[in-house]
């Protein structure tokens, strides 16, 4: 805190000289929180990983579909073999021995040291950027608005418009041509 701002008893802002609003895209449809709370069973079926998965969204306790590449199960599968992980285990188990799974927290540490490894400013990336990828690339693509609407499992198509950060006009043309 700043002497000015001390000396007024006021509080600096939480979200002084942080960069705001939308960040660009990673890769991930998840959630953060529903990311780290995945258990080995969700992505687990017989004896590998899935190619798809489906879990139930914490925030608005809708199930969402999501696809999981080839390269990613390796990893998964060697990572559940490594951490000898059970089937009812969390997918990433914290290290401490009060939380049963990785926190968010730690999950946004942990993309902020891989952004900053491939010489990129963290401050411009952030965990829910990753859910925005798969998305984006889709709409960028297709233009296919109810297919992105659907793979986030948002009700509202004006929510998936906001989301994607696209003109209005633009979204509302697109939508026009593709109702049935």
């Keep these: 805190m700043d002497t000015n701002t001390k000396a007024k008893g006021r509080v600096a802002p939480w979200n ?8 660009p895209p990673l890769n991930s449809k998840l ?3 529903d990311l780290v709370g995945l258990r080995v069973h969700d992505v687990f079926h017989g ?8 879990v139930m969204q914490k925030k608005t306790q809708r ?11 390796d990893a998964v599968a060697a990572w559940m073999t490594m951490a000898h992980l059970k089937p ?10 009060e939380s049963p799974h990785l926190s968010t927290r730690q999950y946004s540490r942990i993309v902020a040291s891989w952004v900053a ?6 401050a411009a990336y952030g965990t829910h950027s990753m859910r925005r990828t798969k998305p984006t690339l889709i709409y960028r693509r297709t233009k296919n608005l109810r297919a992105v609407q659907l793979l986030l ?4 198509l004006e929510s ?13 043309e697109i939508a026009e041509q593709t109702e049935v």
């Design 160 to 172: 998936t418009v906001r989301y994607l950060g696209i003109e209005v006009d633009d979204a509302l």
């Design 31 to 33: 959630r953060g929180c």
């Design 63 to 73: 199930p969402v579909q999501f696809e999981i590449t080839e390269q990613t199960r």
């Design 16 to 23: 002084k000289g942080k960069l705001l609003g939308q960040k």
């Design 88 to 97: 009812e285990q969390f997918l990433f188990p914290s290290c401490l021995s």
């Design 47 to 54: 004896s590998q990983v899935a190619a798809r998965a489906i």
């Design 153 to 156: 499992g948002h009700t509202k």
């Design 117 to 122: 490894s491939i010489g990129l400013d963290p």
